[in-house]
T-cell receptor, first 119, second 112 residues
């Protein structure tokens, strides 16, 4: 079975703190994603990566950055946490070369989620 | 950018009643996927539809992809309490290079 592991399940951080959310997948997937989930808004893509050291902005990248130094690991960074970043964050991975035009999209496997509260 | 709208946002049914959720995209999709998220859990893949007009069934669940590949539906026949959760559609296509755009989700509650 594919396993996507998020390092922290629940975090409470103060406004202005730098926050790191770590994600590791064990299926040698090319693509990794960070989403945030908020009631009534569904899943919104923050950033994604289709290769090591490659990153692309999703729909809501403001206030976030990412790092992918190794294929299996994708980190989400909140440079200066704010209360409006209180949310559940979901990491995900998929196989296939996402960077190619015409790629149809393969199944996405999600981690358990990280609940972040910024106070 | 690509937008995927899903309705209804909430649905309450009595056990045994049917349930349908609808998904509409602003652009033509190359494929659409459906996910289920149990309360307190994470989204789990259910199915992918690729062909225009495609219909797929999984036991009591029926998935359809529209002829124009811009809309889709999930229908559950005779709901059970185990069906509770949030159902998401997610579309890929256009200039999105395969990255999925998720709908807002439909939260299904089943009363015994």
């Amino acid at each position: 079975d594919v396993k996507v592991t998020q390092s922290s399940r629940y975090l409470v951080k103060r406004t202005g703190e730098k926050v790191f959310l770590e994600c590791v997948q064990d299926m040698d997937h090319e693509n990794m994603f960070w989403y945030r989930q908020d009631p009534g808004l569904g899943l919104r893509l923050i950033y994604f990566s289709y290769d090591v050291k490659m990153k692309e902005k999703g729909d809501i990248p403001e206030g976030y950055s990412v790092s992918r130094e190794k294929k299996e690991r994708f980190s989400l960074i909140l440079e200066s946490a704010s209360t409006n970043q209180t949310s559940m964050y979901l990491c995900a991975s998929s196989s296939g070369f996402l960077g190619a035009q015409g790629y149809s999209g393969n199944t996405i496997y999600f981690g358990e989620g990280s609940w972040l509260t910024v106070v | 950018g690509q937008q995927v709208m899903q309705i209804p946002q909430y649905q309450h049914v009595q056990e045994g009643e049917d349930f349908t959720t609808y998904c509409n995209s602003s652009t033509t999709l190359s494929n659409i996927q459906w996910y289920k998220q149990r309360p307190g859990g994470h989204p789990v893949f259910l199915i992918q539809l690729v062909k225009s007009g495609e219909v797929k069934k999984q036991k009591r669940l029926t998935f359809q992809f529209g002829e124009a590949k811009k809309n889709s539906s999930l229908h559950i026949t005779a709901t059970q309490t185990t069906d509770v959760g949030t159902y998401f559609c997610a579309g890929a296509g256009g200039t999105s290079y395969g990255k999925l755009t998720f709908g807002q989700g439909t939260i299904l509650t089943v009363h015994p």
